[in-house]
Nanobody, 123 residues
Framework: QVQLVESGGGLVQAGGSLRLSCAASGRTFSRYAMGWFRQAPGKEREFVAAIKWSGGSTYYADSVKGRFTMSRDNAKNTVYLQMNSLKPEDTAVYYC????????????????WGQGTQVTVSS
């Protein structure tokens, strides 16, 4: 069982930056691939980024590539999402997710989810 708690969301002006964190419980955190997803009001949840168990491989949605960076610190059981050059269309609730076998963009494949953190980008 893995429990995930996101933090770091908030209100920022367009062009600004935020860093989201996702703290995980469990001693086997390093065995899980992690993902970030987001959901804007009235829209479906969409993939943002994913990182492999070791952190050696990352994968990004085209909409955030070059602006967002996902990383992990297995010693701290934490993953991060550094978000730069934020745009109003990045406004959403951001969720982190974990899975022991799957690494990719399909939300249905992830077994564990956090409660989400709100990111609002003003124009």
């Amino acid at each position: 069982q893995v429990q995930l708690v996101e933090s770091g969301g908030g209100l920022v002006q367009a062009g600004g930056s935020l860093r989201l964190s996702c703290a995980a419980s469990g001693r086997t955190f390093s065995r899980y691939a992690m993902g970030w997803f987001r959901q804007a009001p009235g829209k479906e949840r969409e993939f943002v980024a994913a990182i492999k168990w070791s952190g050696g491989s990352t994968y990004y949605a085209d909409s955030v590539k070059g602006r967002f960076t996902m990383s992990r610190d297995n010693a701290k059981n934490t993953v991060y999402l550094q978000m730069n050059s934020l745009k109003p269309e990045d406004t959403a609730v951001y969720y982190c997710a974990a899975d022991g076998r799957y690494y990719g963009s399909r939300s249905a494949e992830y077994d564990y989810w956090g409660q989400g953190t709100q990111v609002t980008v003003s124009s």
